[in-house]
């Protein structure tokens, strides 16, 4: 049976009714064992005997034709095969549910895959994919970067309203400054892998991949096949933040190469190829024009945007996704520019959007605030907008004031000091702010939830863990809807057999996932008042026993045989209806060396409201996640194009530069309490991408207020601080 | 090439390609697999194993070196239902979100340990001759060859720092 | 990676014997050779390991000098010069992080000179002699630049002789993230002189900053490099992590620093 729900209306927040305690409360991942003593099995590792290895082959020309010389290697030690055929030019963009984009014999960036080599051994492949000899027909009209790009396309925003330029001319005091931001790697810990079986005309991949519904069409659009044909499995993935949300070429070019071959094939990527092919954040150049009257109200605000990407590539980076909604201003323009270039695909990278869209919106806050003699909290509380600015639409739960002032409370704000004015020995200190926001969404999902006479439980969806705690809070959310404590519930993920959920990404999972999981134990909850005699809403489930209407039964004898429910649920008219967005303040402590220009970060401090928090622990970790990510952003990473082909040339870990531990202070996290009603019938919002929504900025924003240096260029690494000093 | 590997005390007849890794002999090889490949290149220390007492990065080490030597990897260490404190402190104190870069984390913290207890000094020890504190810095610089992109650095340094009684922080000897 | 014949010689001798092979290449730790073959920026037909040579390892006292066999490991160096030359044991203990410590060895930096590696930097400061199969390569003249020396064909170096100064020390402005040098000097005081050697700044690899080493020999103080002008730029590496200007800016700060230090 099926406990279906449509977003529509505000639900009852029962999760505060029931009384096992197994939700909200720290609880380590039911997982973790396995991880911890390397027996979780990641894509590549799934034993499968006469598993062939594959190797991609990629471009080594930005733009042209190629032609593969397959003799070449036939030859060679344990060869197989070279595969061109139905090889994407990058991975689909996440929900993009058909197709990446299949050109044929046609490059259009360095790095692209444009074949797989197979042989018996890694050791083998790796050998034929560098020895392959490539014909290419090379196009020297390349557009490497933004400024060479001949064709660029331009975007309106359709919530222009009023007069900028007239508010910027009458201003108190205003802002107008660029800031850039050099492209950005996700660079998930695991490289992607792809492992596909066929039997017969069934297709079996066991892929790292965050969103299997949309990836099984991808596939299976991409090969040609009937999805029905299809099934992946993804129970673990070693990180994603976008960077697997789409189908990628590894998982097309393994299913290509078993089909020829007729047995198993193995393509993981390298780590350049992780760097050179995956999509990449792209660049940025941000104009932002603040302005604000004799009152200290924003008259104004806009942000317009250049960034590039490949040719008829879907996606934008949407820069100013937060700053349509997150602070007052009658006058507001917006503009994107997209130039096309012969770069790797851009595409989602954690918190596209307010990533780099926050560090400048919040950089030029603080330079406003500057300008005007204003307490940067006190400027942005005092800007906070009633209903939505732009088309006036009501807020649901929106806790941006108590976030800054209890932020500001546990982090000492009171002590911050004039640029200059803390030194300790080379050192100068300083404290900045940021507020965070991201937009909240509600995805379709499904999930099926199996009571047991014994007192277990078992949820099943093809929702996908990618570290942020998935097993954990959906075996809590039915635990505590059945009254049972979490180690008695079994959660099975990553299985497109298994009911369709949302997927990771987009911070919508918990929310959208978790509410199935709730409604299928809603729906237990319903039949077991039956069986005892009572309503739903007097029935009381906690330790196996079920309590209403004046009886009392243990779970055993309520049942003889298992109880399972399809929870169900759909998106409805509070999406449209009511503006819903997490919201958060970041804090962070600087010392900047006036000798060298380094910035060591010394603490920060996220203080987030993010409706119910479902495990304060997993929540935790992804602020942690999202304030690190804030360091890597700020301080030391930004992906480097040669200037003549486009190609990224700091293409590992060594030259990338992703934070260490030593780069990372202790960080505190503050939960402000707060109920979603509007959002979802368990009232909670997504977390993992509003704890990197502003990170940066408060570290850029504190090394002003240490030095004087205005960062507008990112990253602020010591010589482009020093050169300022 | 034929050599014999030994591993987590059990040894193994191996007829391999010269050009494996230590890394690859133990994941293609001997389906030891919680070793784990991030970058190949000695950058992130996913692949970290002990060879005679030491961690070292498995992806930079042909497996033909290593005949005679003593390798320990995550598998050696503990298992669910009988974890190592290390492990269990990891798992308690959510010192990783994904999982993959963790089997290094903890064979580098396992060894990091054991260095603090010889007294080996670090980037971030001032005075080389007294035996290095046991402080937040010196725990973050000793792990700093482990990445972990999920940004689980404040868990570690927790689970680290909780387990390092049961570990028992001591002065041992092990083979160059 | 190409395919290759493997061996492990037992000594020098025979190690010398199975370079002969064409394209054959020395190996010793492997950190920097290994991802090297990977790229198929090496593509030996021989691989000879030089770690199962007893008589490449180790460290002693050599008259007023330290003898450190090629093929000895950071971690160990690190180890025992703690009381005979701790600015040595210090450098050896910060290089890379604990996994490249165990594996690494001197004598494979050395002949590597890569233009970031830290021995290079320590050897040349401390009047260092690079011992081979067949000759003694005074550092002066093995370093040549950037990834080269003064090896030849299937020359192995089978040990580093150093010369203990009255005091030194090792100042590194560490990458952050990468923890890479990204600049470094050693500063080492002698009886007749001081020696400057710079890491990880020149498009030439490790050099000796002459200008400081005067000033220094004249006035043994952290202020005589305050007078000194920074070295030229133009000539130091500029890349995504830093301008010639700040590695040449970064150069006088470390110099200072260490002489602080001393």
Known sequence: MTEHLKMDEVQPRLLDETTQGAIHRPMPRPEGPLKVSGRATYAAEWKMDNAANGVLVRAAIPKGHYKVDASSVEAMPGFLGVYTDRMPRNAAQGTMNTNPAQIGDEIQYLGQPIAVAVAETFEQARDIAAALKIDYDRDDDVAAGPDTAQQVNEKDDPFDQGDLDRAMADAAHSVDATYTTKGHNSAAMEPHAALAVWDGDKLTVRASLQMLGYNRNELADSLGIDAENLRLLSPYIGGGFGSKLGISPEAIAASVAAKELGRPVRVVMTRNNVFETVVRRTETRQRLRLALDADGKLTGIGQENWQSNLPEEPFAEPVDLATHFLYAGANRRYGQHIAIVNRSAAGSVRAPGEAVGMLALENAMDELAEAAGIDPIDLRVANIPETHPENGKPFSSRSLAECLRQGAEAFGWSARQAPGARREGEWLIGMGVASAARTNILQESKARVTLNPDGTALVETDMTDIGTGTYAILGQIAAEMLGLPPEKVTVELGDTDLPKASGSGGSWGAASAGSAVFLGAKGIRRRLAERLGCTPEDLRLQDGVATGGNNRRPLAELMDAPLSEIGHLETGAKSNDVHQAGYGAHFAEVAVNTVTGEVRVRRMLAAMAAGRILNEQTARSQVWGGQIWGIGTALTEGLDHDPRTGHIVNNDLAEYHVPVNLDVPDLDVIFVEERDDDANPIQAKGIGELGLSGAGAAITNAIYNACGVRVRDYPATPDRIFSHL | ?176 | MYDFEFERPRSIADAVKALKTEEAIAFSGGQTLMPTMKQRLAMPSKVVSLTAIEEMRGVRQDGSGIWIGGATTHATVARETKDSYPALSSLAARIGDPAVRARGTIGGSVANNDPSACYPAGVLASRGVIVTDRREIPADDFFEGMFMTALEEGEIVTAVKVEVPETAHYAKFIQPASRFPLTAVFVAKYGDGVRVAVTGASESGVFRWTEAEDALSGDWSADAVDGLSAPDGSDMISDLHGTGDYRAHLVKVMTKRAVAAC
């Open chain 2, 1 to 176: 090439m034929q050599i014999t590997l030994s591993v987590n005390g059990e040894s193994h007849a191996l007829d391999i390609d010269p050009r494996t890794t230590l890394l690859d002999a133990l994941r293609d090889h001997l389906d030891l697999t919680g070793s784990k490949k991030g970058c190949d290149h000695g950058q992130c220390g996913a692949c970290t194993v002990h060879v005679n007492g030491r961690r070292i990065n498995s992806c930079l080490a042909l497996a033909v070196m290593h005949e005679g030597d003593e390798v320990t990897t995550i598998e050696g260490l503990g298992e669910p239902g009988n974890l190592s404190p290390l492990q269990a402190a990891f798992v308690r104190h959510d010192g990783f979100q994904c999982g993959y870069c963790t089997p290094g984390q903890i064979m580098s913290a396992k060894s990091m340990l054991e260095e603090f207890g010889n007294g080996w000094p670090s980037n971030v020890t001032d005075d080389l001759t007294a035996a290095p504190d046991f402080s937040d810095a010196e725990i973050k610089e000793r792990m700093s060859g482990n990445l972990c992109r999920c940004s689980a650095y404040p868990g570690i340094c927790r689970a680290i720092r909780d387990a390092a009684p049961d570990e028992g922080m001591h002065k041992t000897e092990a083979a160059e």
